[in-house]
């Protein structure tokens, strides 16, 4: 089945896409955070941004050494993949101000590689994302975008125009049509894919060229549309802190629960940023639809409207409960866990809060645990 080439894609983050298109003489940069507008970018410069992950480690002793214990996880994870060597492939990396531990990642990458020769990659750029939504903050955001793609023109001798980047707009749009299509699916009342696979999907989409996303998904959706299976258990939907961890989910599927949607980075978080086509200042709509969408804590002043999204969502998924995750020491989303418990309390829907590490560092038996407990209340 196509979900096997996910499943393998996912697997790691250079993944054979990734390799093929390095070895063609492409250049490939990470990115820290889903919200930084850059993927069309990199493809109208003949590039390929991916999504930086961390699910080939048993440990953080780098992470821990620079960051210390009472830390978020992910970011200290991303700096262990570095040090251990696992990420010199990359051309580039951007990293961002999504939360504090998240910005000292740039920190503390750059001291690590004082130490470690060939910790960074030659080009490493420092992208700030501002944290309310008005005018005022768009155009700086959007002066932003423009000087981040001038580094690029001078740094890799490349050349960015409205018209390679209106035709980017339009492939990423449409590979984000088929991720929404892909949640249609999975609130169908027979749910013809697991949760744990579904997350495969979202990380290949962030993971690999967009023109080779594209041509697996439509292939996928076919045979997902017209299949007869049907995963069973009781439906839930998840939000929270970052996760492209299959292990997770598998673990909490496996006490008969399937999660059939989300509101997260590694997935429909991806899809939101729908962005203006042929428009004749595409940068400008670039910038308007990765901030004007964000829906995260990080951004001030917004809960409301999150708290209003996440149970239209979780309506529309057909869910029974939500699995209301963070991260150890992820005070964003732990703090906003709470209040969408007591919104989505007071709605009827049952709630379980969760908390983990990241990745492969997660404790599956005890989530395991928790999960069958909730799912048996439901």
Known sequence: MMIDKFTE?????????????????????????????????????????????????TATT?????????????????????????????????TSSLCDTMRRLDDCWRRAAKDMDGLLPPYHYYFAVPHKKYDFNLEWFTEELRLHVKTLENRFDVKITTESLNHSIKLHNHGRRLLRRLDDIRSRPGVPISGTDALSVFVAAVSMPMEKFVELTETLLSELESSPKTVKGKKLFMVGSVNDDRAFIESIE????????????????????????????????????????LNHPRM??????????????????????????????????????????????????????????????VETERVKMRAQAFVERI
């Open 62 to 94: 780098l992470g821990d050494a620079h960051f210390g214990p009472v830390v978020c996880s992910f970011p200290k994870s991303i700096l262990q993949m570095a040090g251990e060597g696992k990420l010199k492939f990359l051309d580039g990396v951007v």
């Open 9 to 57: 894609i996912h697997a790691s983050i250079y993944n054979s896409y990734v390799q093929e298109f390095q070895a063609n003489g492409g250049k490939v940069i990470g990115i820290c955070y889903s919200q930084v507008p850059v993927p069309e970018v990199y493809h109208a410069a003949g590039m390929l941004g991916i999504r930086l992950r961390a699910n080939q480690i």
């Open 300 to 361: 001030f002043g917004r809960f409301k409207e999150r708290s209003a999204f996440l149970a239209e969502r979780v309506k529309q998924s057909g869910a029974q409960g939500v699995i209301l995750q963070n991260i150890r020491f992820c005070d964003m989303h732990g703090c906003e866990n709470s209040l969408f418990e007591n919104d989505l309390t007071a709605m009827g829907i049952p709630c379980l809060k969760l908390e983990r590490e990241y990745g492969p560092l």
């Open 254 to 293: 496996q006490t008969g629960a399937v999660v059939v949607g989300d509101m997260m980075s590694f997935g429909a978080k991806y899809y939101e940023n729908m962005i203006e086509e042929d428009s004749d200042d595409p940068l400008y709509e670039i910038a308007r639809a990765y901030l004007m969408n």
